[in-house]
C-alpha cells in the first residue's frame, strides 16, 4: 500500500536548522508532486513547500523562500524539508504529503521544537 | 495569493443530523486546464489529515458516502448527511489552482 514514513521528532535550539526526511512507498516516487505541510500545536495547516521528485524542481511560499530547502533521493524514494534560522515559532508538526490531484497520502507527521 | 476562508469555524452538531461546512476563495479556483482542485481534509485529534473529497465533488477511496462536495468558482460546501461520532474532528477546505497551495483556517465539528 501507498505509504509515507516520516523521520523522527527534532529538538533545536534557535537559528540551527533541522533536516526532516520522508520515505515513499508503495507507488512510483516520481510520478507525484510531494508537499510539506505544517501545524503549529492548537493551530490549522500550512503549506511549507512542494517538489517534484522526477526533475527536482521545487516551489515555497513567499514567507519561507530564503529558510526552506526541499530535495529528493529518488535512489531512495525519499524527500528531505531543511528549515534553517529556527525560531520558536518554527515549533510544529510537520507532515509530509503526496500530491494526485489532492494530497491524498499524508506521512505520520515530525514534532520539532525549538527551545534554548 | 489565494486566501480561504470557511465558515462556520466551530460547529456543534446533534448525531444523525446534517451538517455544512461552507469554503470561499478569494479568487476563483478554476485552473488553466478547466479543472478546479479544491478539496476538503478531515484532522481527527491526534492524527494526519485525512482526503475526504478532491476536485470539488469526488468523494476519495474509503470515504463513506454520507461525505458530499459541491460548488464552483469561489463558493464551496461540504455536506455530511447524517452526522456519527467518527465525524468529530477539524475539517479544512484546500486550494491547489494557483502555483500556491493553501488552507482554509479549519472548522471544528463537536457532537451536542
Known amino acids: 500500500q501507498v505509504q509515507l514514513v516520516q523521520s523522527g521528532a527534532e529538538v533545536k535550539k534557535p537559528g540551527a536548522s533541522v533536516k526532516l526526511s520522508c520515505k515513499a512507498s508503495?507507488?512510483?516516487?516520481?510520478?507525484?508532486?510531494m508537499h510539506w505541510v505544517r501545524q503549529v500545536p492548537g493551530q490549522g495547516l500550512e503549506w511549507v513547500g512542494m517538489i517534484y521528485p522526477r526533475d527536482g524542481s521545487t516551489s515555497y511560499p513567499q514567507k519561507f523562500r530564503g529558510r526552506v530547502t526541499m530535495t529528493s533521493d529518488t535512489s531512495t524514494s525519499t524527500i528531505y524539508m531543511e528549515l534553517s534560522r529556527l525560531t520558536s515559532e518554527d515549533t510544529a508538526m510537520y507532515y509530509c504529503?503526496?500530491?494526485?490531484?489532492?494530497?491524498?497520502?499524508w506521512g505520520q507527521g515530525t514534532m520539532v521544537t525549538v527551545s534554548s | 495569493d489565494i486566501v480561504m476562508t470557511q465558515t462556520p469555524l466551530s460547529s456543534l452538531v446533534t448525531l444523525g443530523q446534517p451538517a455544512s461546512i461552507s469554503c470561499r476563495s478569494s479568487q476563483s479556483l478554476v485552473h488553466s486546464d478547466g479543472n478546479t482542485y479544491l478539496s476538503w481534509l478531515q484532522q481527527r485529534p491526534g492524527q494526519p489529515p485525512r482526503l475526504l473529497i478532491y476536485m470539488v465533488s469526488n468523494r476519495f477511496s474509503g470515504v463513506p458516502d454520507r461525505f458530499s462536495g459541491s460548488g464552483a468558482g469561489t463558493d464551496f460546501t461540504l455536506r455530511i448527511s447524517r452526522v456519527e461520532a467518527e465525524d468529530v474532528g477539524v475539517y479544512y477546505c484546500?486550494?491547489?489552482?494557483?502555483?500556491?497551495?493553501?488552507f482554509g483556517p479549519g472548522t471544528k465539528v463537536e457532537i451536542k
Open positions: 484546500m486550494q491547489a489552482t494557483q502555483p500556491t497551495w493553501s
Open positions: 508503495g507507488y512510483t516516487f516520481i510520478n507525484n508532486y
Open positions: 504529503a503526496r500530491d494526485s490531484y489532492a494530497f491524498d497520502v
